[in-house]
């Protein structure tokens, strides 16, 4: 493994590691090296490496059938929409493969509803924020709030526009004729895990039925009990109209998933959008196994529980540390912001055994999994602890 060349496009910059086996908590490299992972492949296994609930009714359906695609009833995959529309404020449930696809299709949803339902096709134009991240695709790059994602890919859709984080009096400033739906994250994690103030989000929700426009939450990182709550709009008393998952939603098996309020159902009528693979047998399986497992142990109330002692405990220690601007989180999904580049530190703790992940280039993130054991994350946090005091300390 290294730096030599493979044949792969050179679009990741990635570190000279490779996992061969992983469980709970520990991932373990070629050489039989042990790693504590507080990043779950980008906060995807909430439950773990091999969570035996989701392996189990994976090989069983490994066994039995993989694919017919969506011109057939999926039991599973209807199973699955109903237990997320039992525990959410939505109605319907559309799936797809990853985070991008669902905020594709919340887009294009947005937009038809605007066209087909209501007749007014000239509101297609959807606000998102400065520092926000959805995706990858031509749509959802636009929709990113970030340049970086969109050097050298002109032209870039229509009907998106900008306003910054956070700040109330400005989005109402940005609300237009043209405007359809304002689209946010409650904690923006690519961006560098910034949870949105409760007067925002809920001036935000305001704004929305004053204007008659559609809320969107993307929830692909914040989603399935990571921050707290199943949903991290839970927090802010608000419901959107719109919101995505992806991410932990089948536990590393490529799912993501578009959820709506009634009256948006009939907009996705027979034909106007579709996925081969959306919601199969092996990833409505995965995901239906996660899902049942998150309600069934409480792992969103844990999540909560540990985050806000990961939070406390990281502020106590790096309390007077000159690197350390900010701790800031919402349950076990934890930033720390740094005056300075996180790269470095980052680098470190993996050459001792501890897996963490940069949002943005001054910030640390921390997203154990919500089963990790307290003896595990206390040793994790130990670790931050220690590396940011001794490169605090040869700093001076
Ligand atoms: C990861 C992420 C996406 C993109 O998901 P992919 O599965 O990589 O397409 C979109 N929005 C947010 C908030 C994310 O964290």
């Given at each position: 493994?290294?730096e030599?060349?493979?044949?792969?496009?050179?679009?990741?910059?990635?570190?000279?590691?490779?996992?061969?086996?992983?469980?709970?908590?520990?991932?373990?490299?070629?050489?039989?090296?042990e790693?504590?992972?507080?990043?779950?492949?980008?906060?995807v296994?909430n439950?773990?490496?091999?969570?035996k609930?989701?392996?189990?009714?994976?090989?069983a359906?490994?066994?039995?059938?993989?694919?017919?695609?969506?011109?057939?009833?999926?039991?599973?995959?209807?199973k699955?929409?109903?237990?997320?529309v039992d525990?959410s404020?939505?109605?319907?449930?559309?799936?797809?493969?990853s985070?991008?696809?669902?905020?594709?299709?919340?887009?294009?949803?947005?937009?038809?509803?605007?066209?087909?339902?209501?007749?007014?096709?000239?509101?297609?134009?959807?606000?998102?924020?400065?520092?926000?991240?959805?995706g990858?695709?031509?749509?959802?790059?636009?929709?990113?709030g970030?340049?970086?994602?969109?050097?050298?890919?002109?032209?870039?859709?229509?009907?998106?526009?900008?306003?910054?984080?956070?700040?109330?009096?400005?989005?109402?400033?940005?609300?237009?004729?043209?405007?359809?739906?304002?689209?946010?994250?409650?904690?923006q994690?690519?961006?560098?895990?910034?949870?949105?103030?409760?007067?925002?989000v809920?001036?935000?929700a305001e704004l929305?039925?004053?204007?008659?426009?559609?809320?969107?939450?993307?929830?692909?990182?914040?989603?399935?009990?990571?921050?707290?709550?199943?949903?991290?709009?839970?927090?802010?008393?608000?419901?959107?109209?719109?919101?995505?998952?992806?991410?932990?939603?089948?536990?590393?098996?490529?799912?993501g998933?578009?959820?709506?309020?009634e009256?948006?159902?009939?907009?996705?009528?027979?034909?106007?959008?579709?996925?081969?693979?959306?919601?199969?047998?092996?990833?409505?399986?995965?995901?239906?196994?996660?899902?049942?497992?998150?309600?069934?142990?409480?792992?969103?109330?844990?999540?909560?529980?540990?985050?806000?002692?990961a939070?406390?405990e990281?502020?106590?220690?790096?309390?007077?540390n000159?690197?350390?601007k900010?701790?800031?989180?919402?349950?076990?999904?934890i930033g720390?912001?740094?005056?300075?580049?996180?790269?470095?530190?980052?680098?470190?703790?993996?050459?001792?055994?501890?897996l963490?992940?940069s949002?943005?280039?001054?910030?640390?993130?921390?997203?154990?999994?919500?089963?990790?054991?307290?003896?595990?994350?206390?040793?994790?946090l130990?670790?931050?602890?220690q590396?940011?005091?001794?490169?605090?300390?040869?700093?001076?």
């Amino acid at each position: 493994m290294g730096e030599a060349q493979n044949a792969l496009f050179p679009n990741y910059a990635r570190y000279p590691l490779a996992f061969v086996k992983g469980e709970g908590s520990r991932l373990w490299d070629e050489n039989g090296k042990e790693y504590l992972d507080l990043m779950c492949g980008l906060a995807v296994t909430n439950l773990g490496h091999a969570p035996k609930q989701v392996t189990e009714r994976l090989k069983a359906q490994v066994d039995t059938l993989w694919h017919t695609s969506n011109l057939f009833h999926i039991p599973d995959q209807e199973k699955l929409a109903q237990l997320l529309v039992d525990n959410s404020c939505a109605d319907a449930v559309f799936f797809c493969n990853s985070g991008a696809e669902a905020n594709e299709a919340a887009i294009k949803l947005a937009r038809r509803y605007y066209q087909k339902v209501l007749g007014q096709p000239e509101r297609y134009e959807i606000i998102t924020f400065h520092m926000s991240f959805h995706g990858r695709t031509l749509a959802t790059l636009t929709a990113t709030g970030q340049d970086k994602v969109k050097e050298g890919f002109a032209p870039l859709p229509e009907g998106f526009v900008y306003a910054p984080y956070n700040d109330a009096a400005a989005l109402e400033q940005t609300i237009g004729p043209k405007t359809c739906a304002i689209m946010l994250e409650m904690v923006q994690g690519e961006g560098g895990v910034n949870p949105a103030d409760k007067a925002f989000v809920q001036k935000a929700a305001e704004l929305c039925k004053q204007h008659g426009l559609l809320l969107i939450v993307d929830e692909i990182q914040t989603g399935v009990g990571r921050t707290g709550k199943l949903f991290a709009y839970e927090h802010y008393g608000i419901e959107p109209d719109i919101f995505t998952l992806a991410k932990a939603l089948g536990s590393g098996i490529p799912i993501g998933a578009m959820l709506g309020k009634e009256k948006l159902r009939e907009a996705f009528s027979a034909g106007s959008h579709g996925s081969t693979f959306g919601g199969n047998f092996l990833s409505a399986a995965a995901g239906l196994a996660t899902l049942e497992t998150i309600l069934g142990e409480k792992l969103s109330d844990r999540a909560a529980e540990l985050g806000d002692y990961a939070v406390s405990e990281l502020k106590t220690k790096l309390a007077g540390n000159s690197l350390v601007k900010d701790v800031r989180g919402l349950g076990l999904l934890i930033g720390i912001q740094l005056t300075g580049p996180s790269a470095e530190l980052i680098a470190t703790l993996q050459q001792q055994g501890v897996l963490v992940v940069s949002a943005g280039p001054n910030v640390i993130r921390l997203a154990p999994s919500l089963v990790i054991d307290k003896a595990d994350l206390d040793r994790g946090l130990a670790a931050v602890v220690q590396v940011l005091e001794q490169k605090a300390a040869a700093a001076v």
